[in-house]
């Protein structure tokens, strides 16, 4: 075959998702795959908007939003950054998904690889229920999941706070957001993105 198309859909409010999806693509392209980054709508209303947010959506200009009725077709996987709200995913990403009946009547993206990354601003803030309560929905999708294995050895460091488990790559933001991606963590989305794409190029050989 030739290059995968791995679509990246994800929504970052101040610009923590937005970090770990250039990593993710960026391991996507290693991989041999072509990245497609599209964001998903954005529900909150401008005038709610700080100046922080502001300067993130400056950042995303340039990245088409996502249209639910088109860019779940002919993509050869799938990677969804999702930051939490309560330990579930954003408004945001939920209306995206919430219009894609045709596609799940269809079977669009069965047998399709799928994986997650997410940010919150505590530890432990819902990281893994967010990726596990998303990779809820892929499943009803159809897609295969893929995850994050220990032999990414790197997220068990116990050498400094760091995202990352089993079940994907994730980042911390600190409580106003003051906390950027690590190093460590764009390694694991990275990682992800190139796990993915392999498995992508398996799938459809």
Known sequence: MGKPKILILFYS????????????????KEAGGEPILKQTAELMPEDKWDENIKKAKKMMKDIPIADPNKDLKDIDGLI?????RYGNMTAQMRNFW?????DWLKGTLIGKPAAVFTGTATQHGGQETT????????LHHGCVLVGLPYSFKEQMTMDEITGGSPYGASTITGGMGERMPSEN???????LGRRLTEIAKKLSS
């Open 13 to 28: 409010m101040y610009g923590h998702i937005l970090s770990m999806t250039k990593a993710v693509a960026q391991g996507v």
């Open 80 to 84: 969804l950054g999702v930051p939490t």
């Open 98 to 102: 919430d219009q894609t009946g045709e």
């Open 131 to 138: 990726i596990i309560s998303t990779m809820t929905m892929l």
């Open 185 to 191: 963590e764009l390694k694991m989305a990275k990682e």
